[in-house]
């Protein structure tokens, strides 16, 4: 039985990894730095949207469909999202904001 839990999860852990992806810059950091850069008095904010500026028009070049960024209402969207998961790389919340 022991064995067998064992090669469960073995199994299970390759397949996170296998759906894990590398993101560079602040897109990778997670929503928690991303919210308290944006609250505060922090030289990051302004990496963080740039950052996601950035990746939607690299977004918009790799597909025909096209991401219209309107920054007021989804930067509020963003903050939202990521307040309840701190934990996920802000990049994970702008793919749900996308879709």
Not at 8 to 17: E, F, R, T
Not at 67 to 84: G, T
Request: glycine share 6%; hydrophobic share 35%; with cysteine.
């Amino acid at each position: 039985m022991k064995k067998l839990a064992i090669a469960i999860l073995c199994l299970m852990s390759a397949s996170v990894y296998a759906q894990q992806k590398n993101f560079y810059g602040v897109g990778g950091l997670s929503c928690e730095k991303f919210v308290d850069s944006y609250e505060s008095v922090d030289s990051q904010k302004q990496r963080f949207l740039d950052w996601i500026t950035g990746y939607i028009s690299g977004s918009n070049h790799q597909t025909e469909s096209q991401w219209v960024y309107q920054p007021s209402s989804d930067i509020v969207f963003v903050l939202a999202e990521c307040k309840k998961a701190p934990r996920k790389p802000l990049v994970y919340i702008l793919n749900q904001l996308n879709q």
